[in-house]
């Protein structure tokens, strides 16, 4: 986001905190504790900050948005209440409830005996066995038997009651969604489809995606329509009537069924890595859009343009993730892989004594376009193929559905 952000003719200046050695490259990397508010505030006032966008989730959750707007300050990104729809997987499946939309069948549960009751009278194998809050796309068991379950719920009362979804199983074929919001109008921002698992084949455990391609040609014109049509819009105009408007960006994690698309999750932001293949795609100026968004003015944007072509991103990982990552491993030929023309994104790095090296699991996205998603494809592990960094892995087999269609 930071580098297509700094590519807007109307921008002046971006910070970013924390940044890293790829963000600086687009910003100036500041230190600033997020969870301090009045801190984020004060920067923003002596630097004449005119729009502050909030990535990830967890300022979103802990109501950055809503103390920054307070002090005047522009924000892209939805308020507390609102990015409840990402934080809390039991009031999105109330609010789907309420407003009749399309997703799995659930009961919420808060405690392992309502747990073990629930799954004894109203559900099958396999069922899906979620965390209420937060849990970095690690949240969430799809489980085959009753060991799997007892297995899923042994780690998720480990630490006693707490706050659990019990799910039905939904089966298709799962696409992501993009729509920009200011709350009343809707602009959608494409399409996406990422690899959760770890492993080749989709197999091992979930990561927050191992790589990603947009657009994603399954999820036709047709499908986006009802997706957004009984979807997306309700939620919307929930969330208004509601008096909890969701301003941002809404990620409708969808799963394509015999029935048309289902809701399974929302994500309050842009994804990691499905935005690094929409900023590749998207032209036009995104500082002036995102503001729109933040100004409640988006029904006088433009819409965004994208490149016709597809982009893909593969993720190089710390060797360990998504468990414990190994850390301070060396990266090297970022300079040769942009030279294929592949764009290198950094996540988890960090420059030791001048050198560039892994800090965290997901540490680089290789992010390449071209004229359909086979030309993107070779061109994002042309790149990939340019990197020397033993300690990490990435996944050879991104893109495997659409590419065999
Ligand atoms: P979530 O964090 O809710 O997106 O769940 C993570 C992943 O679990 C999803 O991307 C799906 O692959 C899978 N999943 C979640 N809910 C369901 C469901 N009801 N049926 C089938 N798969 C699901
Ligand atoms: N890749 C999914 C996410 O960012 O949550």
Not at 88 to 104: E, H, Q, V, Y
Not at 157 to 176: I, K, M, N, Q
Not at 255 to 278: H, W
Request: hydrophobic share 45%.
């Amino acid at each position: 986001m930071a580098w297509r952000l700094a590519q807007s003719p109307t921008l002046d200046t971006l910070y970013a905190t924390p940044g890293n050695p790829g963000i600086a490259e687009h910003a100036t990397c500041i230190a600033l504790d997020t969870t301090d508010h009045a801190a984020v505030i004060a920067f923003a006032r002596d630097h004449a900050v005119d729009l502050v966008v909030i990535g990830p989730e967890a300022p979103l959750v802990d109501g950055l948005g809503d103390s920054l707007r307070g002090a005047g300050v522009a924000v892209f990104g939805p308020d507390r209440a609102a990015a409840q729809l990402e934080g809390s997987k039991g009031f999105t499946k109330d609010l789907c409830r309420r407003a009749n939309i399309p997703t799995a069948g659930y009961v919420r549960v808060n405690s392992r005996a309502e747990a073990e009751a629930a799954l004894a009278t109203t559900f099958g194998y396999p069922v899906v066995i979620k965390a209420d809050g937060l849990a970095a796309g690690k949240g969430v068991v799809i489980a085959a038997s009753e060991a799997d379950a007892t297995e899923a719920f042994d780690a998720m009362f480990a630490h006693g009651d707490a706050p659990v979804v019990l799910e039905e199983f939904l089966d298709g074929e799962e696409a992501s969604l993009f729509v920009l919001t200011d709350g009343t109008t809707l602009m959608p921002f494409g399409s996406a489809q990422d690899h959760k698992r770890v492993g080749e084949g989709d197999t091992g455990p979930n990561t927050g995606g191992m790589g990603a391609y947009s657009p994603a040609p399954v999820l036709t014109p047709e499908l986006e329509r009802r997706a957004i049509d009984e979807i997306v819009a309700p939620t919307v105009e929930a969330m208004a009537a509601d008096g909890t408007p969701f301003s941002g960006v809404l990620y409708a994690g969808l799963m394509l069924t015999s029935t048309g698309p289902k809701l399974i999750e929302y994500n309050a932001r842009f994804g990691d890595p499905e935005c690094q293949v929409l900023m590749l795609r998207f032209r036009g100026d995104l500082a002036q859009l995102l503001l729109a968004v933040a100004e409640r003015r988006l029904d006088q944007a433009p819409p965004p343009a994208f490149v016709e072509d597809s982009a893909m991103t593969v993720v190089l990982a710390a060797r360990g993730y998504p468990g414990t990552p190994a850390a301070g491993g060396a990266i090297a030929g970022i300079d040769s892989a942009e030279a294929t023309g592949a764009v290198v994104f950094q996540a988890g790095t960090r420059l030791a004594d001048g050198q560039l090296v892994a800090a965290g699991g997901r540490v680089l996205a290789v992010t390449a376009a071209g004229r359909d998603i086979r030309a993107a494809r070779d061109a994002a592990y042309r790149g990939v193929d340019a990197i020397r960094f033993p300690d990490g892995f990435c996944r050879r087999d991104i893109g495997w559905r659409e590419l065999a269609r």
